[in-house]
């Protein structure tokens, strides 16, 4: 059983990773070897359980509020 919810947390990590990675890329606004920005890369897909329902939250309040306006 744990076995599944490490493989899992990885596996959602890696796609996390790749998402961001591809993101990171198209981004022109930060230089690509800029070494903070690559920590942060690495780092923050290790918490995505908070992140990813916290980036969601973000995003559909800016939503709502375009809608509302």
């Known amino acids: 059983m744990s076995g599944n919810i490490v493989t899992w947390y ?6 996390v990773f790749v998402y ?3 993101l990171f ?4 606004s930060t230089p690509n ?3 903070i920005s690559w920590a942060f890369l690495f780092l923050t897909p290790l918490f ?5 329902p916290v980036s969601s939250w973000e995003l559909s309040r800016k939503a709502l509020s375009n809608i509302l306006i």
């Not at 990885?10 to 796609?15: E, G, N, R």
């Not at 995505?48 to 990813?52: A, D, G, S, T």
């Open 33 to 35: 070897n800029d070494l």
């Open 10 to 15: 990885w596996t959602i990590y890696f796609m």
């Open 20 to 22: 961001w990675l591809m």
């Open 25 to 28: 890329y198209q981004d022109d």
């Open 48 to 52: 995505w359980p908070i992140v990813l």
